[in-house]
Nanobody, 123 residues
């Protein structure tokens, strides 16, 4: 079956960086667009970033543009989220998600989800 496993979360201070990873198995990774979403306490899950199956197209939420980047390594079945200049408002559980080929930003467009990794940014 399809599994998405996130890693790399943790507790950091404002201004620090973190890199999240999401390893995928059970699917033909190179044919899937991959995305990161996040959910802060008491809030709905929101789109953060996405990358197309080949890596040539990326999308970012306005709140993270210029601070976060997304990349993928199809040989390793892994997608990464590099988060720089972290702010306390970035505190959330970060989820990896997959859908075939085309990038979407809506949560309900994604077929597979990981369990999430906690990111906490202290001020």
């Amino acid at each position: 079956q399809v599994q998405l496993v996130e890693s790399g979360g943790g507790l950091v201070q404002a201004g620090d960086s973190l890199r999240l990873s999401c390893g995928a198995s059970g699917l033909k990774f190179s044919t899937y667009a991959m995305a990161w979403f996040r959910q802060a306490p008491g809030k709905e899950r929101e789109f953060v970033a996405a990358i197309s199956w080949g890596g040539g197209d990326t999308r970012f939420a306005d709140s993270v543009k210029g601070r976060f980047t997304i990349a993928r390594d199809n040989a390793k079945n892994t997608v990464y989220l590099q988060m720089n200049s972290l702010k306390p408002e970035d505190t959330a559980v970060y989820y990896c998600a997959a859908r075939t080929f085309i990038i979407k930003t809506a949560e309900n467009e994604y077929d597979y989800w990981g369990q999430g990794t906690q990111v906490t940014v202290s001020s």
